[in-house]
């Protein structure tokens, strides 16, 4: 099992330049999420998904967009980058419920945005 | 609303010597609470977590945490530090299934040879 994987694992964009971060995962897990980590904080929720076709927000998703078509992949787009957006990005998934299962995390992707 | 406060932003510690890595949460229900290691460079990983069985919590590379309810308390403790032991760690609270996780905002531990 690969587990969780990200692609890329750095990249640069110019703001207003748009880019999807692709999150891939071989664990047949229904729940997915997308989290950003912010120099010395916290992680925070940007997008989750329960299943295929099923995605809702979370903390911080004002600037990012989602899909999932199918179970193994859910991958965040950003749309006209803005530098506030220069965070490091991390896909998780589980296999169950949000509260009680233990997430399984992707090695992230750093995003800077100038 | 739930919320998690880790009470020390960098902790360091000799090899060979005890670690304790504190977290504080505020929860409204019975809550899970659960403590992930980040490595440089890495992803997270789940140390161990408290799902209202057990309060004692046992963990991956000899870990563990002891949910006290009275003190709203989830501290993570080791006996004796390793190198290896080196990361960044968050602590994690949900108060239910349909509520998502928050972290706390990391305890950077520093093992000095």
């Known amino acids: 099992n690969a587990g969780v994987t990200q692609t890329p694992k750095f990249r640069i964009l110019k703001i207003g330049q748009s880019m999807t971060l692709q999150c891939t995962q071989d664990?047949?897990?229904?729940?997915m999420y997308w989290y950003r980590q912010d120099p010395g904080m916290g992680l925070k929720l940007i997008y989750y998904s329960v299943g295929a076709g099923i995605t809702d927000k979370g903390e911080v998703p004002n600037g990012y967009n989602v899909s999932r078509s199918t179970t193994e992949d859910f991958p965040l787009r950003l749309e006209l980058a803005a530098p506030s957006q220069t965070s490091v990005y991390f896909c998780?998934?589980?296999?169950?419920?949000?509260?009680?299962?233990?997430?399984?995390f992707g090695p992230g992707t750093r995003l800077t945005v100038t | 609303a739930q919320s998690v406060t880790q009470l020390d932003s960098h902790v360091s510690v000799s090899e060979g010597t005890p670690v304790l890595l504190r977290c504080n949460y505020s929860?409204?229900?019975?809550?899970?609470l659960f403590w992930y290691v980040q490595h440089p460079n890495k992803g997270l990983q789940l140390l161990l977590k408290?799902?209202?069985?057990?309060?004692l919590v046992k963990g991956i590379n000899g870990f563990e945490a002891e949910f006290k309810k009275s003190e709203t308390s989830f501290h993570l403790t080791k006996p004796s530090a390793h190198m290896s032991d080196a990361a960044e760690y968050f602590c994690?609270?949900?108060?239910?299934?349909?509520?998502?996780?928050?972290f706390g905002k990391g305890t950077r531990l520093s093992v000095i040879a």
């Open positions: 664990m047949n897990h229904n729940y």
């Open positions: 408290y799902t209202s069985a057990a309060t």
């Open positions: 994690v609270v949900s108060e239910s299934g349909n509520t998502p996780l928050v």
């Open positions: 998780a998934s589980s296999y169950s419920d949000r509260g009680l299962g233990e997430q399984y």
């Open positions: 929860s409204s229900y019975s809550p899970s």
